[in-house]
Nanobody, 129 residues
Framework: QVQLVESGGGSVQAGASLRLSCAAS????????VGWFRQAPGKEREPVAAIRWNGGSTYYVDSVKGRFIISRDNAKNTVYLQMNSLKPEDTAVYYCAAGPDYYCTSDGCYLRPARYIYWGQGTQVTVFS
């Protein structure tokens, strides 16, 4: 069992930056792939970014490429999401999720929610113009 706790959300002006953290406890975190997802009011949950167990490969949805950076520090059992140049459309509850890091034949596979079995409670990010 892995417990995940997100932090770092807040309310910021467009163009600002935030860094989200996802702290894990329980089983060893290092062998798990991790994804960030978000859900805006009235919308379905959508993927944001994902990272392999060793941080060697990362994946992003097109809407955040070049602005967001996912990274991890397995020694600290923490995954980060650095969000730069935030836009109002980034407003959502952000969730991190972890799951066994099996190989995928397509990059999109790493961003599918079904890949992840442990989920955090989420942290709110609000971007105002």
């Amino acid at each position: 069992q892995v417990q995940l706790v997100e932090s770092g959300g807040g309310s910021v002006q467009a163009g600002a930056s935030l860094r989200l953290s996802c702290a894990a406890s329980g089983r060893t975190f290092g062998g798990y792939g991790v994804g960030w997802f978000r859900q805006a009011p009235g919308k379905e949950r959508e993927p944001v970014a994902a990272i392999r167990w060793n941080g060697g490969s990362t994946y992003y949805v097109d809407s955040v490429k070049g602005r967001f950076i996912i990274s991890r520090d397995n020694a600290k059992n923490t995954v980060y999401l650095q969000m730069n140049s935030l836009k109002p459309e980034d407003t959502a509850v952000y969730y991190c999720a972890a799951g066994p890091d099996y190989y995928c034949t397509s990059d999109g596979c790493y961003l599918r929610p079904a890949r992840y079995i442990y989920w955090g409670q989420g942290t709110q990010v609000t971007v105002f113009s």
